[in-house]
């Protein structure tokens, strides 16, 4: 079983949608978690934290639920610009130090 | 451009040969990562190092595979005796120090191609 799991979709919604990604974990060790963006053939780049309290950056919301280990993505508004692969991470603090694990990735497909 | 930066971006080989690929990472950085992402997945961590020292090795990273950081600046990934199953990208990834998660800036990666 992977570390971190996703729906890799691709999931194709019309511009202007509410899209959810969901996301599980099985290390209960883990202790931060992230969603990082990636468009196609680029680097991932960092999207946002998630905290427990849940967290909101614009048209993006995030969720946390450690007593279910998942983890969720909100995208409202969606805009043509958000079709990307959207990464679940978990942050593990080891004995040597900082480990992101990266689930297979969900993609978004906006579409007019 | 400050970022990370990642040198070649394209490499083709022939299996069995050897490579290297280059990692500069944010110059204030002293936290380096290498991962590897083939196609449909995420990327999969090989190695940490802080400044020079290499302190987290993933068991992917088979005896082919040698990082070196040597001046806690830039770093290199030497792969010895390529098969095709390590084509893939080859991702660099920087973070500064200090407790608890940090963000990881990531290089362009250098995709690889074993022939």
């Known amino acids: 079983r992977k570390e971190v799991e996703q729906d890799p979709g691709p999931f194709n919604v019309p511009e202007g949608a509410t899209v959810a990604f969901n996301c599980t974990y099985s290390?209960?060790?883990?202790?931060?978690f992230f969603w990082y963006r990636q468009d196609c053939r680029k680097e991932p780049k960092l999207l946002m934290s998630?905290?427990?309290s849940g967290n909101e950056d614009g048209r993006f919301t995030a969720q946390l639920n450690r007593a279910s280990q998942y983890i969720s993505l909100l995208i409202r508004d969606s805009k043509l610009s958000d079709s990307a692969t959207y990464l679940c991470?978990?942050?593990?603090?080891?004995?040597?130090?900082?480990?992101?694990?990266f689930g297979t990735g969900t993609q978004l497909k906006v579409e007019l | 451009d400050t970022g990370v930066s990642q040198d070649p971006r394209h490499k083709i080989t022939k299996r069995g040969q050897n490579v290297t690929f280059r990692c500069d990472p944010i110059?204030?950085?002293?936290?380096l990562y290498w991962y590897r992402q083939t196609l449909g997945q995420g990327p999969e961590f090989l190695t940490y190092?802080?400044?020079?020292?290499?302190?987290?090795k993933s068991r992917l990273l088979s005896d082919r595979f040698s990082a070196e950081r040597p001046k806690g600046s830039f770093s290199t990934l030497e792969i010895q005796r390529t098969e095709q199953g390590d084509s893939a990208m080859y991702l660099c990834?920087?973070?500064?120090?200090?407790?608890?998660?940090?963000?990881?800036?990531f290089g362009p990666g250098t995709r690889l191609t074993v022939l």
């Open positions: 998630v905290y427990s």
């Open positions: 991470v978990a942050f593990i603090l080891t004995g040597g130090g900082n480990k992101l694990t």
């Open positions: 290390n209960s060790a883990s202790q931060s």
């Open positions: 110059s204030e950085h002293n936290r």
């Open positions: 990834a920087s973070s500064p120090t200090g407790q608890g998660p940090d963000t990881q800036y």
């Open positions: 190092f802080q400044n020079e020292a290499q302190l987290e």
